[in-house]
């Protein structure tokens, strides 16, 4: 157990509401990340944190922002959410002391209608 | 545009047999290469970390790594139903960014 907790984990909303995603973990990992996984495409880096107020975009950041106030707390917002960012969306977390490896979370599945 | 590639599948292998799931990258500066295991509505679950050339070995699994050519594989040993999942590969970014890159991943079937 890695210690994320995703929430919610499912969420159905609107075409054009905003929406916030909640990464939680209890590690004091430096590294966190969201992805997206779609069929045919796989896991998709939006963005990633290397600390706290620190992040980057990945391939598909377009759309999303995130926010990182707090080690434990990784938030990725979709402002005015769209069809296309129908999803699951999974945060991950590389522990600091380990080989590297991304340990993840359950996941939060959002629907956009 | 780095990627990682992979035959999505699905691969059927009886049970008991060796399944063989194979993965290419672009990036020829990756150092660290990873195989996934999901099952169907669930997370991603590490299985493997390889990190030099040549083969490692956990229990059923064995990684194998082979940069020159910039490929990773994963032998299953004695393949059980319960190994049925989508094994995906990820390789990190070698731009020290602590990016990866993830496959779209290999369906498995055994079959019993």
């Known amino acids: 157990d890695a210690g994320i907790t995703q929430s919610p984990r499912h969420k159905v909303t609107e075409t054009g509401t905003p929406v916030t995603l909640r990464c939680h973990q209890t590690e004091n990992h430096r590294y966190m990340y969201w992805y997206r996984q779609d069929p045919g495409h796989g896991l998709r880096l939006i963005h990633y944190?290397?600390?706290?107020?620190?992040?980057d975009k990945g391939e598909v950041s377009d759309g999303y922002s995130v926010s990182r106030s707090k080690t434990e707390d990784f938030l990725l917002t979709l402002e005015s959410a769209t069809s296309s960012q129908t999803s699951v969306y999974f945060c991950?977390?590389?522990?600091?002391?380990?080989?590297?490896?991304?340990?993840f979370g359950e996941g939060s599945r959002l629907t956009v209608l | 545009q780095k990627e990682v590639e992979q035959n999505s599948g699905p691969l059927s292998v009886p049970e008991g047999a060796i399944a063989s799931l194979n993965c290419t990258y672009s990036?020829?500066?990756?150092?660290?290469f990873f195989w996934y295991r999901q099952y169907s509505g669930k997370s991603p679950e590490l299985i493997m970390s390889i990190y030099s050339n040549g083969d490692k070995e956990d229990g059923r699994f064995t990684a194998q790594l082979n940069k020159a050519s910039q490929y990773v594989s994963l032998l299953i040993r004695d393949s059980q139903p319960s190994d049925s999942a989508t094994y995906l590969c990820?390789?990190?970014?070698?731009?020290?960014?602590?990016?990866?890159?993830f496959g779209t991943g290999t369906r498995l079937k055994v079959l019993a």
């Open positions: 990820a390789v990190n970014e070698g731009s020290g960014t602590y990016k990866y890159i």
């Open positions: 990036d020829r500066g990756s150092q660290s």
């Open positions: 944190s290397y600390g706290v107020k620190d992040t």
């Open positions: 991950a977390i590389r522990p600091g002391q380990g080989t590297g490896e991304l340990f």
